[in-house]
């Protein structure tokens, strides 16, 4: 049982745990996933610019190696051009294996290596092409691409045309030799337009694409931040949360271990130190301390249950309170038996708060299922004046005198002052608050 309990309580650690972090691992993937499109967006785009630069050199080449082989005649001139046209060729094989249905992916890497792309920017170049063609900057490219295919075509057939003309020799009518350079000049001419413009819109396509992506990182990163913060102060709260109820439950521990569960009141561990304090700082005021015992609880408790015993104990304990002063307490000892420390009253004054309290309770009636019961109490008063006074020497004192009022008939006040048997006797009988029950 202690395994399972220890496997389980380690498994909601674990998923709390999981649930704490998992916001920031979702937020951090999201931007590294962000960040790794971007970079591959971007290489992509790169290699594009960095093919058409070499589509564009290898087209004039073609052009100009063919212009010199027009002039010269030298079958070396001719193998440049073709070594030269079959770059754009390449890409133009490629770019027709990705718009097939469905798409040549062996073609199109095939074809891009031939256009002198290098190897690792392959797969960039046909994945950006498959993905984004529909993108407005990636299709006006392309359709500039597109728009060179009948002039490769011209280009590859205007060579052929050539080699058969030098076949049976130099070509000897000038304005023949004219026509036909004049003619690869205007190609040339239409290529390098072409090219530009490609050029450009991937340009423009580019810093388009580096501001939104850098927008998109920029917000990845501020919801990152945000979601930080946000966690944090979560976790401050709770933590706050936490501290203030272990407070809380702090203050509730103290107050259960000093004070009676069913009156409120103090109880005799914060009795007897709230009397040792007042001991130890009564050098020269007195100290007024007072024990009381109600003198009908037990027949309270044996007629009408411990349920009447409790109610009778919280109505007494509020009536004990009444007219008390700030610094005075309050407490129940036990049972029906219940104390209050007067710090700096004088003895008469304590021996008339006594008095009051005794009368008080006469003059209440317990009221249970309508049956009515008089209370009153036995009250020992003990006078400390002197500062060298022990806690078991001030409560032995009260406790006699209470136990004599006990002895002297009850209902009554009995003040221990150093002399025995000095007693203050109730002005009414207790006999005669029995015949008013």
């Given amino acids: 049982m202690f395994r399972r309990t220890a496997t389980s309580t380690k498994g909601r650690s674990f998923l709390h745990v999981i649930k704490l972090v998992s916001p920031f691992v979702m937020v951090v993937v999201l931007q590294a996933t962000i960040a790794g499109f971007s970079l ?14 070499m589509w564009s050199r290898s087209q004039k080449n073609a052009v100009y190696f063919l ?14 051009y073709q070594a030269s046209l079959a770059v754009p060729i390449g890409d133009e094989f490629a770019r027709w294996a990705l718009e097939r249905d469905p798409v040549d992916v062996e073609a199109a890497r095939v074809g891009f290596l031939q256009g002198g792309n290098h190897p690792d920017d392959v797969p960039g170049l046909i994945w950006l092409f498959r993905y984004f063609n529909r993108v407005s900057f990636l ?27 030098l076949a ?56 990152l931040i945000l979601l930080l913060i946000w966690h944090t102060r979560r976790l401050m709260l709770q933590r706050q ?17 000093s004070h009676d569960w069913l009156t409120g009141l103090s ?9 040792q304090s007042v001991l130890d700082t009564t050098a020269a005021d ?48 036990g049972g029906d038996e219940f104390g209050l420390i007067l710090p700096q009253c004088s003895p008469s004054t304590t021996v008339d708060i006594a008095e009051r309290l005794r009368r008080s309770l006469e003059l209440f009636t317990f009221v249970w299922d309508d049956r009515c019961f008089a209370v009153t109490a036995s009250i020992g008063v003990a006078c400390i004046a002197d500062g ?50």
Wanted: with cysteine; hydrophobic share 40%; glycine share 6%.
């Fill in 40 to 53: 591959e967006v971007m290489s992509s785009v790169r290699a594009y610019v960095a093919g058409e630069a």
């Fill in 67 to 80: 212009n010199l082989y027009l002039h010269s005649g030298e079958p070396s001139q001719f193998t440049h």
């Fill in 139 to 165: 299709q006006e490219a392309i359709h500039e691409w597109a728009a060179t295919d009948p002039m490769l075509l011209e280009l590859s057939v205007f060579g052929e045309v050539i080699r058969s003309e």
């Fill in 168 to 223: 049976h020799g130099p070509i000897e009518d000038r304005d023949r030799l004219r026509l036909l350079s004049s003619r690869l000049s205007e190609l040339n001419t239409q290529f390098t337009v072409h090219a530009k413009r490609f050029s450009t819109v991937l340009g423009e396509g580019s810093r388009a694409i580096k501001v939104t992506l850098t927008c998109i990182n920029i917000v990845a990163a501020a919801t």
């Fill in 241 to 257: 949360a936490f501290e203030d109820a272990l407070h809380a439950e702090k203050e509730r521990l103290a107050w259960q271990a």
């Fill in 267 to 275: 109880n005799r561990r914060a009795f007897e130190a709230r009397l």
């Fill in 286 to 333: 007195s100290l007024g301390l007072i024990l009381l015992d109600l003198d009908q609880f037990k027949s309270v408790n044996d007629t009408c249950g411990h349920l009447a015993g409790d109610r009778l104990l919280c109505q007494v304990s509020r009536l004990l309170q009444q007219d008390r002063g700030p610094h005075d307490l309050v407490a129940r000892l």
């Fill in 388 to 437: 060298n006074t022990t806690l078991e020497d001030a409560m032995r004192r009260a406790d006699a005198a209470c136990y004599r009022a006990k002895e002297k008939g009850r209902n009554r006040v009995q003040v221990d002052n150093g002399r025995p048997d000095v007693v203050v006797v109730a002005t009414r009988p207790r006999e005669a608050v029995a015949a008013r029950g």
